[in-house]
């Protein structure tokens, strides 16, 4: 909580914010960062009106007593955080998929979508090329709102693709890019993650990618899956994690579901993704998010909502916690720190 | 081994490269490095000569037949993969460092010694202020070759900074810069690391940095060392852990010790630090890479060695691995995968 309290403090010593805004200036999660807001307001260190929160000259006092300064700009401005950037072959790829995906389905909150920007999914996708996990290989793509499937395929590097996919409007929406640009390589599969992999998906990838639900029981089963798919030993991964909607006592748990299952973490990249929420939405619906804030809330004007990169490898024979058929309904999707998950 | 192969492959179709500088193209450690380079000239798809590693007409074919493209560059040139940037106040303390430190002692081998380049101390510096770890937290420092202790202090940001180092001449040297600059809050401690922690250092700190030996038992005793000098939940941990005197398997029982300590990895970002290695050296003494080399080896022209940063976060109580006294002598040091370590 100290960390939070300082990381909101000295944003707001570097100019006021939006409730949304601030958000991506600290690393708590959504329950942590509502309350600490909630503190705040008591204490008379912040104040808030309908746009903005601002901090009181009480909160310049206190910013001044604990030595916080205005909060540096530091993020590297060309490659926004994420160490990699989209030129060569990767600038191709991104203005082809801007232009292929424009008319793709918009996010639905019964499989909890959202997707990632445009050139975060490109830069996945450059990321697993930069790691080596790109050419040449076989990939299994679990759930694919964010279109990774396309931007992978755009590449024409991989050796194949498939993609597993619950919603049959994505489902047909890639299989129409696919035919029409005459991808052979490619092959999109209706899948419901409760569903046992079918068999002739178990061992056959080099590489699998899924940006998994945040609840516990969802990750072992959308990871169990991912993995049963590998080949192997050296076999590797990549999945999102948020830390807004898992706390860092369910990142631990995580992490130790993903050695139990014989991966070790080889990369863990901060903010990699940024999501596209329907910004309306988020003052008008029911989100744990908007019933928790202590403050009122104007329609967000940032994409706030943030994702981390984990890629894995297996260290030996991928070990799934479960390959059977799961019976999991909205608790797939929904726990208590799902702030940003319509229960 | 098989990623390895291609990550070599593409790097030479982009163009001939030294032993040296290939490493930095590859993610595999260096056993497995030597090994593949000897493969590869045994099957004639590279050859080398005494400066440069080249691909022959059938490795060409190799990689058409694979559908290898020539490496592309996507590392962002700004922040060279960092994801931050020098500027502001980082930029002046880089300017200051380099002042301050260029009387530097050089590295010994005697405590596996060898610092990373000025940049990289500073950017470590910047990320722990990113994280919220820096502005008015009390910082331990464990080992300090890298002088990352100067670095914070030009910062002013820090509440308190100890440093324990076991080289009498880092001591001094530190000593010298903190009594010049008048720093009150910087105290350094002469300290090996198979001894307890002192009781007046136990649970004092918000943060650690360390950059520790690459073997089990020793990075046990490092990162042992460090948690106990930190208060508990929330208190956070940097360290350096290169890939290629670590294997994924020894990165895999790594991974263990740290959530059995208690701790979540938050952040692993590749290739971080960048080594300034005696290069002359590295040609001429017994190290294992030398012997190991299935190629003649000139003098690098790079700084090839490199490692990636790891932040921890406390769950809950730190729990040392140790806290007795230790009688490891030179395997504290090396190991089997310590090719760039003289045993």
Redesign the interface.
Known sequence: ????R??II?SLLAGEKSFWELIRD??GDLSSYCQEIGQLIEEGIIEADDQKITLTEKGQEWAGR????PL????????E??????????QEVLEQFRQLTKDRPPAIAEFDQGFVEPENTVARV?FM?????L??KNIFILGDDDLTTIAAALTQ?P?RIVVAEIDERIVEFITTVVERQGWKNVQVVKYDVRNPLPEELQGQFDVFVTDPVETIPGLKLFLSRCIQALKGK?SAGYFGLT?LEAS??K??AI??MI?DMNF???????DFHRYILEREKFVTKNYPVVEKAPVPLPVPQVNWYTSNLFRL?A?GVPQPATDKKSSLGRELYFDNESYATLP
Chains 1, 2 share one sequence.
Do not use: P
């Open positions: 909580m100290e960390r939070t300082m990381q000295r600290q690393d604990n030595r916080i300064k540096q700009d530091i993020i590297c401005s060309r490659c955080g994420k160490g990699l950037v989209l030129q060569g072959i990767f450059a090329y930069a790691r080596g996990d050419e040449n590097m050796r050296s830390h860092r006592k990142w631990y992490q130790q050695l070790v973490i080889t990369d863990l990249v901060h490898e260290v």
